[in-house]
């Protein structure tokens, strides 16, 4: 029985999961919105802007008909940006089926309603009864899209775990299950404001340690919402949580990071966010993350100097308010 995979995106973690699923013996769709890009596409098999070194294997085909996507597999991977996310489930809701199994591979949460990926799919399919997940992990596209080795975690249930497997885990991604959608979602969400906060320190030259900190201290941040907000902590120690942060805090090819030290050179944010194609979902995150601290009464210092920086605070003036806060013990909540 031929796999097949139905991807909706053409970012750099769809091409990248595409190129998996093929590796993996699956036959895979692609969903590209923009006809000149679906059009380069078919031609070459290779994004015009983005990983340059990816040719996409003959078993990857596009097209910019979202019914012909919709209805090619009943294994859907959803893979653009979080912001775009109810737009796109909004006009797939004509195209589906009961029987789904869908994934979402996006990194974020939804500004308006600070929903994560699943919560929004649920709610613009109103009627669905198939079911849905999130994919989530230490996943470096540069470096997966080049056949390096890497792990991931698919949360869900078990049955959606058992028919993704085969599509995207027989190539150089190893895949776990994990039962807690909730946490695998916001740890892959909020790990992007400790990248930024990372790379705020490294082009700041302020060490390792302080770097070191900021992870340890805001992987102990993000689980404190994370678990407000339905999580269970010992997510937040795996591949979705540290795994993630580890990698995406340390990696020269990590938007979040790059959009740090960017910060640090004294770049005004919008002038960085205009000067990129890519999205930096770690922007509206810390927004989102903010309010949300704000709204159950929960410290969160890293998120806040974040975005303060954001709003033209400077870098010196967060690290002092950082290393000037009232002492607490390491795990007061």
């Known amino acids: 029985m031929t796999l097949r995979l139905t991807i909706f995106g053409s970012g750099n973690w769809a091409l990248t999961l595409a190129a998996v699923a093929a590796w993996s013996g699956s036959r895979v769709k692609m969903f590209v919105r923009r006809p000149e890009l679906c059009h380069a596409l078919i031609n070459t098999h290779t994004h015009p802007e983005y ?10 085909s596009f097209t910019t008909d979202m019914s012909e996507a919709a209805s090619y597999a009943a294994n859907w991977l959803l893979a653009v940006p979080s912001q775009h996310m109810r737009a796109l489930a909004l006009a797939l809701s004509p195209y589906v089926p009961q029987n789904l199994y869908a994934l979402s591979a996006a990194k974020g949460l939804e500004n308006a309603t600070a929903f994560r990926m699943t919560e929004v799919l649920k709610d613009s399919w109103s009627d669905f009864e198939g079911d849905l ?7 470096l596209a540069y470096e997966i899209s080049q056949g390096q080795p890497a792990a991931s975690v698919i949360a869900g249930s078990p049955a959606l775990f058992r028919s993704m497997v085969p599509l995207l885990g ?15 979602e916001l740890g892959g969400a909020l790990k992007n404001i400790l990248a930024i906060a990372v790379g705020i320190a ?13 992870m340890t201290r805001g992987l ?8 407000e907000l339905g999580a269970q902590w010992t997510t937040l120690a795996g591949l979705s949580g540290l795994g993630d942060v580890v990698a995406t805090a340390n990696s020269p090819v990590s938007r979040n990071r790059w959009l740090g ?3 640090a050179k004294g770049r005004a944010l919008k002038e960085i966010l205009g000067s990129t194609t890519m999205v930096v979902e770690g922007v509206p995150t810390a927004y989102v993350a903010k309010r949300l601290g704000k709204d159950f009464h929960l410290p969160l210092p890293i998120t806040t100097e974040v975005v303060e920086i954001f709003e033209g605070k400077p870098v010196s003036a967060a690290i002092h308010d950082l290393m000037n806060r009232a002492r607490v013990e390491e795990f007061d909540f």
């Open 170 to 184: 027989q190539a150089n991604i190893r895949l776990y299950g994990q039962k807690d959608v909730a946490g695998v």
């Open 133 to 139: 997940g999130a994919l989530s992990g230490p996943n």
């Open 220 to 227: 102990h941040e993000m689980g404190r919402l994370a678990v």
């Open 261 to 263: 030290q960017q910060l």
């Open 202 to 214: 490294k082009a700041s030259d302020l060490g390792d340690n302080a770097q070191a900190a900021i």
């Open 51 to 60: 990983l340059p070194h990816l040719h996409l294997p003959p078993e990857v």
